[in-house]
Nanobody, 123 residues
Framework: QVQLVESGGGLVQAGGSLRLSCAAS????????VGWFRQAPGKEREFVAA????????YYADSVKGRFTISRDNAKNTVYLQMNSLKPEDTAVYYC????????????????WGQGTQVTVSS
């Protein structure tokens, strides 16, 4: 079992930055791939970024590539999403999710989810 708690969301102006954190419980967290997803009102949950269990592989949605960076610190059981050059279209609830073994891009492939953190980017 893995429990995930996101933090770091908030209100920011366009062009600003935020860093989201995903804190996990469970001593086997380092064995899990972690993804960040987001969901805007009236839209489906979409993939944002993911990182392999060891941190050696990362993947990004085209819409955030070059602006967002995912990283993890397994000693702290935490995964981060650094978001720079934020745009109003980045406004959404951001969720982290975990799954054993390899990275996947589809939300349905993830077993554990956090409660989400709101990110609002004003124009």
């Amino acid at each position: 079992q893995v429990q995930l708690v996101e933090s770091g969301g908030g209100l920011v102006q366009a062009g600003g930055s935020l860093r989201l954190s995903c804190a996990a419980s469970g001593r086997t967290f380092r064995a899990y791939a972690v993804g960040w997803f987001r969901q805007a009102p009236g839209k489906e949950r979409e993939f944002v970024a993911a990182i392999s269990w060891g941190g050696g592989s990362t993947y990004y949605a085209d819409s955030v590539k070059g602006r967002f960076t995912i990283s993890r610190d397994n000693a702290k059981n935490t995964v981060y999403l650094q978001m720079n050059s934020l745009k109003p279209e980045d406004t959404a609830v951001y969720y982290c999710a975990a799954r054993s073994t390899t990275i996947r891009h589809h939300p349905g492939d993830y077993d554990y989810w956090g409660q989400g953190t709101q990110v609002t980017v004003s124009s």
